[in-house]
């Protein structure tokens, strides 16, 4: 049975995970400034989640009004933020070679997914928001069909499982930390 892509993602995200664990050296200043990114990345990705209706709607309006992936540009901020708070910067480079090889096709076949269903609603969209890096100023959609929603919901960041990422990025944090501080069994 073929792995799916997003069990794929998943598992090489923790197999890289562990390994960058064990690599790192964590300072208390690395640690501060990777903090600040992570939780930029988490509130984005929160944001997101309290917005979106997967499968149900075409996400247009919050995040979605300035690019196409916000869930994807939070994941990034997260990884981004730890690679900072690990305190080896050439482990970035790492990082950016498996999110680019991870997160590219999944945009891309998302986006083939999207035009699919959504039909010319998504193509207008497309052709006006970034896939990646944000516009300025927020998307308007010109149909009601696709207006979206604009506000955040609880209800919804919880159904999109959206603490897991806050959990995840928090276990994380909370290990280098305890790196960072020599714990026994951490290293240090």
Do not use: C
């Amino acid at each position: 049975m073929k792995p799916s892509h997003r069990g794929v993602r998943i598992g090489s995200a923790w197999l890289l995970s562990i390994a960058f664990f064990w690599v790192a050296l964590p300072s208390p200043s690395s640690l501060r400034l990777g903090a600040v990114v992570v939780a930029s990345g988490l509130l984005i990705r929160g944001w997101a989640a309290g917005v979106l209706e997967k499968d149900r709607e075409l996400a247009v309006s919050g995040p979605y009004a300035f690019t196409r992936n916000p869930l994807y540009l939070g994941s990034f901020l997260i990884g981004a933020g730890a690679v900072i708070a690990g305190g080896r910067l050439w482990l970035g480079l790492v990082f950016l070679a498996y999110y680019g090889w991870i997160y590219g096709s999944t945009m891309a076949r998302e986006t083939d997914e999207l035009a699919a269903r959504f039909g010319e609603d998504y193509r207008r969209y497309r052709q006006s928001v970034p896939v990646f890096l944000p516009r300025l100023a927020p998307f308007r959609p010109g149909t009601a069909h696709a207006a979206g929603r604009t506000t955040f919901s609880l209800a919804r960041y919880l159904h999109n499982r959206e603490y897991e990422a806050l959990l995840g990025a928090a276990a994380a944090i909370g290990l280098l930390a305890l790196k960072s501080f020599g714990w026994p069994g951490f290293g240090g």
